[in-house]
Every structure is written in C-alpha cells, then in structure tokens.
T-cell receptor, first 111, second 113 residues
Framework: RKEVEQDPGPFNVPEGATVAFNCTYS??????FFWYRQDCRKEPKLLMS???SGNEDGRFTAQLNRASQYISLLIRDSKLSDSATYLC????????????FGKGTMLLVSP | EPEVTQTPSHQVTQMGQEVILRCVPI?????FYWYRQILGQKVEFLVS????????KSEIFDDQFSVERPDGSNFTLKIRSTKLEDSAMYFC???????????FGEGSWLTVV
C-alpha cells in the first residue's frame, strides 16, 4: 500500500464549484498532516496544516480522521487561480521533519 | 518574505558527469533538506541535514549523492556520476525547527543526457 494515496484526478470544475480532495495514509504513527499546492513546474507551497478538529481558512476546509487514516480538503467557490495540483503530505514519526508526499490531484477550474 | 534560493535553475549535463546543486536556506533556519521530483511523479525525500551532519536519508540517497554546508550559508547537493534517471527537479528546503513549516526553494531542474 502506498504511504500516501490521493484521488488520481484531474478534476475539471467550473468557477464557483465546490470540490473535494481525498487522501489516505498508511502509517498510523504519522503525526502531522498538510495540504500543499504545486503549480506546474514550481515548488510545493504550504496551503494549510490539517488538525484533528478540522480547520478552515477562507474557502478552504481541511479534515482529518485519524481512525480511518483519511484526510480531506474542500474548496468552496473555486476560482480560476485555484487551478493547480494539490498535494497531500504527511510528516512521518521519525523524529525528523521528513515529509511524505502523495502524487497529487490536479484541479482545473474553467470559466 | 524570506525565501530559499537555489542555483542553477536549470542544468543540462552529460551522463557520468558530476553536478553540484546549490541552495541558500532561510537565514535563521537550522534544518535543511533535499527533495526531488521526477517529471510526472511525486515529490520524494532525499536527505535531511542538521548541525552539520546528515540526520536522515532515503534509499534514493545512495553513495553517488553527498551534501555539505561548506561556508555556513550555502547547502549543496553533489551527484558524483550522473545517470539518465537522475533527471528531475531537485528542491532544497529548510525549516526553523522540527515540526515547523518547511519552505521549499523554486527548484533546480537537472537534465542528464
């Protein structure tokens, strides 16, 4: 089983749509979880951390279910500028800040 | 906003040649990393570096790879004898402490021909 698995995508949505990304991770000892955004041929950039209680940042809502080892990201009222690849990222419980990335789900928002 | 800077942005090299990729981490950060991303693949961890030594490395980081911080500011990744499969985007990253946000540089795109 892959360490971090995401929907393969791509997701094609119209502007204003709500879109949800799903992610599962295999290592139950994983301690921290993130969503990164990556534009084509650019570096990953932190979008938001994911907390057990769920957290929201504007149009973005992240949820974590430790029992199911499942992470989600919801984008409401999607904008053209949201078009990117969304990376589910897990911090392993290795004592060091080693990130394990999912392959990413591409989002294309069209006018 | 402080940023991680990398040079070169793009390098083409012949198979078997040595390559050095350079990075300047954010100035007050203590933890440094190299990741790579083969085109169309996921971002993969290579190595982490703290207190002037490797703290963790992945299976990818074999004997042909090395890292060093020669002058207290630059953090370099050396690939001793490049192979075609080393062609990838190499990202340098840094963080202030364990558990803090990891910031990535814009990457160095390496093409081995």
């Amino acid at each position: 089983r892959k360490e971090v698995e995401q929907d393969p995508g791509p997701f094609n949505v119209p502007e204003g749509a709500t879109v949800a990304f799903n992610c599962t991770y295999s290592n139950s000892a994983s301690q921290s979880f993130f969503w990164y955004r990556q534009d084509c041929r650019k570096e990953p950039k932190l979008l938001m951390s994911v907390y057990s209680s769920g957290n929201e940042d504007g149009r973005f809502t992240a949820q974590l279910n430790r029992a199911s080892q499942y992470i989600s990201l919801l984008i409401r009222d999607s904008k053209l500028s949201d078009s990117a690849t969304y990376l589910c990222v897990v911090l392993r419980n290795s004592g060091y800040s080693t990130l394990t990335f999912g392959k990413g789900t591409m989002l294309l928002v069209s006018p | 906003e402080p940023e991680v800077t990398q040079t070169p942005s793009h390098q083409v090299t012949q198979m078997g040649q040595e390559v050095i990729l350079r990075c300047v981490p954010i100035s007050n950060h203590l933890y440094f990393y190299w990741y790579r991303q083969i085109l169309g693949q996921k971002v993969e961890f290579l190595v982490s570096f703290y207190n002037n030594e490797i703290s963790e490395k992945s299976e990818i980081f074999d004997d042909q790879f090395s890292v060093e911080r020669p002058d207290g500011s630059n953090f370099t990744l050396k690939i001793r004898s490049t192979k075609l499969e080393d062609s990838a985007m190499y990202f340098c990253a840094s963080s202030a402490d364990l558990g803090n946000t990891i910031y990535f540089g814009e990457g160095s795109w390496l093409t081995v021909v």
